[in-house]
């Protein structure tokens, strides 16, 4: 198993320009987050989903959406990039009742 | 806000017995207490989680106290790889149909061993 997996690995944006955030498990996962970490920070959870077709919002929604056609992909989309999103990105997905399986983060930076 | 408080760091000796405290007297019954910890700007990584009783597994051992009000997280012989940050997480253990499942990271405990 390839376990979580997350591309890409490092960005860079514009103010204003829009891009997707992959996350991929192969692990059949009902539960699937996304969090974002700023520097000297604890996680803070964006969204998240109970499985295909259903997602809510977490503690920080505000600019950036979700969607969950299938079980193992959980796309997050920056809709208008702005300074204040820049930080690391982290997927994580997991059974109802287990642990948490995290992926190795994306690292987004916003000029 | 996460419902746990823990040290902001501690030390400890490599080989000796890393003991990483948390209070959570806001437990609920049917609330469980996990711990990850995050290796330098990686990914969390699941530790161990407990109920009411101790538990032990090939990482660590969770002592919780009989008020489940804290809980000890133990590292027998600590190495310098795992000094990280310790995140004490209590959460339900069913994600369905709501948002009580899910993880509410504090800021963690940095555990520094030092050779």
């Known amino acids: 198993n390839a376990g979580v997996t997350q591309t890409p690995k490092f960005q860079v944006l514009k103010t204003g320009q829009s891009m997707t955030l992959q996350c991929a498990q192969d692990m059949n996962h009902e539960y699937m987050s996304w969090y974002r970490q700023d520097p000297g920070m604890g996680l803070r959870l964006i969204h998240y989903s109970v499985g295909a077709g259903i997602t809510d919002q977490g503690e920080v929604p505000n600019g950036y959406n979700v969607s969950r056609s299938t079980t193992e992909d959980f796309p997050l989309r920056l809709l208008s990039a702005a300074p204040s999103q820049t930080s690391v990105y982290f997927c994580?997905?997991?059974?109802?009742?287990?642990?948490?399986?995290f992926g190795p983060g994306t690292r987004l930076t916003v000029l | 806000d996460a419902k746990t408080t823990q040290p902001p760091s501690m030390d400890c000796a490599e080989g000796r017995a890393a003991n990483l405290p948390c209070n959570h007297s806001?437990?609920?019954?049917?609330?469980?207490v996990y711990w990850y910890r995050q290796i330098h700007s990686q990914g969390p990584q699941y530790i161990i989680h407990?109920?009411?009783n101790n538990e032990t597994n090939e990482m660590a051992s969770l002592i919780i106290t009989e008020d489940r009000k804290s809980s000890t997280l133990i590292l027998p012989h600590a190495t310098l790889r795992d000094t990280a940050v310790y995140y004490c997480?209590?959460?339900?253990?069913?994600?369905?149909?709501?948002?009580?499942?899910?993880?509410?990271f504090g800021k963690g405990t940095k555990l520094s061993v030092k050779p």
């Open positions: 997480i209590v959460r339900v253990l069913m994600n369905y149909g709501g948002s009580q499942g899910n993880l509410i």
């Open positions: 806001t437990i609920s019954g049917n609330e469980y």
């Open positions: 994580a997905s997991s059974y109802s009742t287990g642990e948490q399986f």
């Open positions: 407990g109920l009411k």
